[in-house]
């Protein structure tokens, strides 16, 4: 009975863990290029009481032995990248990766971070940058007279002068792809940086060696499905309220226990 309030406690300590991953999820449903996470469970250590195959007389063994589980722990939370749905916005300066890949911006220290949100703005400089002022790597600067902007599925950025009839290139958007994209560590903010699990990143030219396509005017909406959240929020709850259960029935035996006369 002891046994069981602690498994019980290790439980309902994991559901609370899955319900904090879900309300994240929920909450960034509308977050520009956010990617769902999920949490990963693993059972604890078992108490081997008898061993699979242990003789129990001369000429028979045990066909399954017995252990006694312990609960439940977090092991980890996986980030699911796959596609989010594009967003139409005939905005010039927005961008949404159609396939793998990330953009790339330089933070403030010098360090480059890694983005699947394509909501560009210009700075004071004409630069492209962030929502919040981190610029574009390599940086590509819009002159103040350009009329129009135009970024093509392979990311040459070209603009239209006042003075100029003909289009002028002035620079190319690259993007950077992981072996391993699940081992980036999320910073908030949009951004990622890469750690030994994701891997170097693989920097190059969009829609070339397995790097996603740009697509002008669109945004990625997040991976987010929230009917799904929902049903995973049921979920947890129903197993957070069952292994409640669990320990008011312990209670319950340890009390007639000893009440024993």
């Given amino acids: 009975m002891f046994r069981s309030l602690h498994i019980a406690a290790t439980g309902m300590a994991a559901q609370e863990t899955h319900l904090e991953g879900i309300s994240n999820n929920i909450a960034n449903a509308n ?32 066909p399954t032995g017995l252990q006694l589980g312990s609960g439940v722990r977090v092991v980890g939370t996986s980030r699911m990248f796959t596609q989010g749905a594009t967003l139409m916005t005939n905005n010039q300066l927005d961008m949404a990766i159609e396939g793998q890949g990330f953009f790339v911006v330089q933070q403030a220290d010098g360090t480059p971070a890694y983005t699947r949100a394509g909501n560009f703005q210009t700075d004071a400089q004409g630069q492209l940058v962030t929502a919040e002022g981190q610029v574009l790597d390599p940086s590509i600067t819009i002159p103040p007279d350009a009329t129009s902007v135009n970024i093509g599925s392979d990311g040459t950025v070209s603009v239209t002068l006042a003075s100029q009839p003909q289009p002028t290139i002035v620079g190319q958007i690259t993007i950077a792809t992981f072996v391993n994209p699940a081992g980036l560590q999320a910073n908030g903010h949009n951004l990622f940086t890469m750690t030994a699990a994701s891997g170097d990143p693989q920097i190059g030219q969009p829609g070339m060696d397995g790097r996603g396509a740009l697509l002008q005017g669109a945004l990625e909406r997040a991976n987010v499905d929230v009917v799904e959240e929902m049903v995973g929020l049921i979920t947890a709850q129903r197993a957070y309220e069952i292994n409640s259960k669990v320990i008011t029935a312990a209670d319950d035996m340890l009390r007639a226990a000893t009440q024993l006369r």
């Fill in 31 to 62: 977050t520009h290029g956010y990617k769902k996470q999920r949490v990963d469970f693993q059972d604890l250590l078992y108490q081997t009481v008898r061993a699979a195959g242990t003789q129990t007389s001369a000429t028979a063994t045990s």
